[in-house]
Nanobody, 122 residues
Framework: QVQLVESGGGLVQAGGSLRLSCAAS????????MGWFRQAPGKEREFVAV????????YYADSVKGRFSISRDNARNTVYLQMNSLKPEDTAVYYC???????????????WGQGTQVTVSS
């Protein structure tokens, strides 16, 4: 089992920045691919970014490429999502998740956090 807890969400003006954190406990964090997803009201949960267990591979949704950056610190059992140049359409609940695979679909992630709200005002 892996327990995930997100933090760092909040209200920010368009053009601003936030850094989300996801702290993990339980099974060996460093062995898992970690992903960030988001879900806006009335919409399906969508992929945002993923990072491989060894930090060698990162991949982003087109909608956030060049603005968001995913990173991890295996010594601290934490994954981060740095979000810059935020837009109102980035407003959503952001979730971190853990998988055995380098995946971009929700069904391939076994463990999820409870989510943190990000609201971007125009």
């Amino acid at each position: 089992q892996v327990q995930l807890v997100e933090s760092g969400g909040g209200l920010v003006q368009a053009g601003g920045s936030l850094r989300l954190s996801c702290a993990a406990s339980g099974r060996i964090f460093s062995s898992y691919t970690m992903g960030w997803f988001r879900q806006a009201p009335g919409k399906e949960r969508e992929f945002v970014a993923v990072i491989s267990w060894d930090d060698a591979i990162t991949y982003y949704a087109d909608s956030v490429k060049g603005r968001f950056s995913i990173s991890r610190d295996n010594a601290r059992n934490t994954v981060y999502l740095q979000m810059n140049s935020l837009k109102p359409e980035d407003t959503a609940v952001y979730y971190c998740a853990a998988s055995d695979l380098l995946a971009v679909t929700t069904i391939q992630y076994h463990y999820w956090g409870q989510g943190t709200q990000v609201t971007v005002s125009s």
